[in-house]
Every structure is written in C-alpha cells, then in structure tokens.
C-alpha cells in the first residue's frame, strides 16, 4: 500500500506524532493500572516508529 501526502499533511502528522511522543511518557509514568501501560507502550513504539518512517521520507 502506497500513501501520498501532500508537505502539508506530512508536517501535520509530523507535529502530531511529535507531540504524543512527548506526552505519551508522562502518561506511562502515571499510570496504575499494568495492562494499560502495557499499551500505552506499545502505541509508544509504534509513534516512535511512524515518525522515523516520516522523517525519512521527508
């Protein structure tokens, strides 16, 4: 599957992605509750990787 993005788009899902970086580690701190930080760090990986993919193809 091909996606294309306008620069536009990209910038956006760029800052976005960034942002929930930033955030999702103060989330995963507070957390109790194991089987939701066990999410949470999963959808952490996966921002981590749709960023590298992002800024590689940038």
């Known amino acids: 599957m091909e996606l294309v ?3 536009e788009e990209v910038e956006l899902l760029e800052e976005l992605l960034s ?10 701190h507070h957390c109790r509750v194991s089987d939701y930080k ?6 952490q990986s ?7 993919k992002i800024q590689k193809g940038a």
Do not use: A, G
Request: glycine content about 0%; charged content about 35%; overall charge positive.
């Open 46 to 52: 996966i921002v981590v990787d749709l960023l590298k």
């Open 5 to 7: 993005l306008s620069k």
């Open 38 to 43: 066990d999410l949470l760090k999963k959808k």
């Open 19 to 28: 942002v929930e970086q930033n955030t999702l580690p103060v989330e995963i």
